[in-house]
């Protein structure tokens, strides 16, 4: 048992984290930047040390300071929430080479699916169906044309290294390929200082659907059914749910089955994500994510477990705390990201909170860091605040939604709340009827105009 963990993350992750901690009786260490010592992550975890200046490749991205904080502290895992160094193999290296223990998979599942040729390589062979594409990486435009004439067009250029929608771009046609091809590399270059890129056959109106999966490092897996986050912006999610309101139980059965055995096989430890985009009743692995995701809430609400308790019991030794006929789903779940920007353009818009206030009542959890008087800082992501509501289904949680959006107030900074007040009066949305283009293709038509 562990008796402190150190949480390597700020903002809502960081708390989600430490009240995990405090339920199973482990004290929590908060590391945070000079520009966070205000911040909620502090005041809320037992102990808190500063390991850096503002700048997050000085302070969250520095694993001699965090390995240096744990050793200060006394703390015996390291939880790396989302980001930062959740999916860094070499700094999981570093943290077992102190004799500590990294709350997540071992370095090498990090490594082989953070490199996304290896990874769908990797899921092929496990019988896992991926997206039709390149035999590994592409090295040329004149190859890449020729892949794009064997597939026929569109097709998309992806970056192995990639992550957080960098790196991608689509040719529509032989003629925008150079183009394509040059941008996605020249991106991937500047981001992770990699620029190999590899290409697949662009679906036209997909629903990305993920899996959540556990597993024990032992060969024991099991899967908590989908979640669906096709509501994107710049391939990026601002609204998840789960259950998927398009997929069948037996289709669940089947492609769960399929994923928990590829994670059992793996012997793969701790919460992972194999995410999909789902066209046609047909499913095609893109990626996985070998950590907790943001939307982890909605499976929560669907299943009545904690996924950081599990993780943190699984990094201890132990074997997961449910089988598979454990797990039912139980109503449906939504999540909405609250980021501080402005709407429409989605600019950034960092500032002192000058009023706050969450919504409550039954079925709604909100997971945030911010508080009264809180100025949120710059240098970090916009994320802000993730509203989740659970009903007994779809309808009763777009309610709960609905009704809570509106006892939500974050004065001060502009935020995302008036993009879910306008989404809440689409029918697409209110019937489920959308796929991974449906928003920007919605904010094309400028519908805060007449506001
Ligand atoms: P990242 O790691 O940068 O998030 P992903 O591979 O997970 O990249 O893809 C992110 C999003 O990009 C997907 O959810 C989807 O919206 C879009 N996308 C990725 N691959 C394809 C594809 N082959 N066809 C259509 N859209 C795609």
């Known amino acids: ?137 592409v090295p040329d435009v004149e190859a890449a044309k020729q892949i794009g004439r064997d597939f026929g067009y569109p097709v998309i250029i992806k970056a192995t290294a990639g992550g957080g929608g960098r790196g991608m771009k689509v040719a529509n046609s032989e003629a925008e390929m150079e183009r394509a091809f040059q941008t996605a590399r020249a991106e991937s270059k500047a981001a992770v200082g990699n620029d190999e890129v590899y290409l697949e056959k662009y679906l036209q109106r997909p629903r990305h659907i993920e899996i959540q999966v556990f597993g024990d490092g032992k060969g024991n897996a099991v899967h908590l059914g989908e979640r669906d986050c096709s509501l994107q912006r710049r391939h990026q999610k601002v609204f998840e749910e789960a259950p998927g309101p398009c997929i069948s139980e037996e289709e669940r059965a089947r492609i769960g089955a399929v994923c928990a055995k590829a994670v059992g096989d793996l012997k793969y430890s701790g919460a992972g994500t194999i995410e999909f985009l789902y066209e046609d009743g047909e499913f095609y692995f893109i990626e996985m994510n070998t950590r907790l995701q943001v939307e982890h809430p909605v499976t929560e609400a669907i299943f009545g477990v904690d996924l950081v308790r599990e993780q943190i019991r699984v990094a201890e030794g132990y074997t997961l705390s449910f089988g598979q006929d454990d797990l039912a789903i139980n109503g449906h779940a939504i999540e909405v990201r609250i980021n501080a920007e402005k709407v429409p353009n989605f600019s950034p818009c960092p500032g002192k909170i000058t009023q706050y206030h969450a ?86 038509k400028d519908p805060f105009s007449a506001a």
């Not at 708390?15 to 929590?28: T, Y």
């Not at 390589?121 to 590994?136: N, W």
């Not at 860091?369 to 007994?392: M, T």
């Not at 935020?415 to 920007?440: C, K, M, R, S």
């Open 1 to 137: 048992m562990f008796d402190k963990i150190l949480i390597a993350n700020r903002g809502e992750i960081a708390l989600r984290v430490i009240r995990a901690c405090r339920e199973m009786g482990i004290a929590s260490v908060a590391v945070h930047s000079t520009a966070d010592a205000d911040a909620m992550h502090v005041r809320m975890a037992d102990e808190s040390i500063c390991i850096g200046p503002a700048s997050s490749t000085d302070s969250y991205l520095n694993p001699a300071a965090i390995i240096s904080a744990c050793e200060i502290t006394g703390a015996q895992a390291i939880h790396p929430g989302y980001g930062f160094m959740s999916e860094n193999a070499r700094f999981v290296q570093m943290v077992e080479d102190h004799g500590l223990t990294f709350i997540g998979p071992s370095a090498q599942h990090i490594r082989v699916m953070g490199d996304k040729i290896t990874a769908k390589d990797t899921m092929k062979e496990l019988g896992v169906p991926c997206v039709p594409g390149s035999e590994g990486g």
């Open 359 to 444: 919504p409550g009542g039954l079925g709604v959890r909100m997971d945030s860091a911010l508080y009264q008087g809180y100025s949120i800082p710059p240098y970090y992501d916009s994320l802000i605040g993730k509203l989740i509501v659970h009903g007994r289904d779809r309808n009763e949680a777009l309610s709960r939604l609905n009704r809570a959006l509106g006892e939500l107030i974050v004065d001060g900074v502009d935020t995302t709340i008036p993009l879910f007040h306008a989404l809440l009066q689409e029918d697409d949305v209110l019937t489920g009827d959308y796929n991974i283009h449906w928003l920007e293709k919605w904010l094309a």
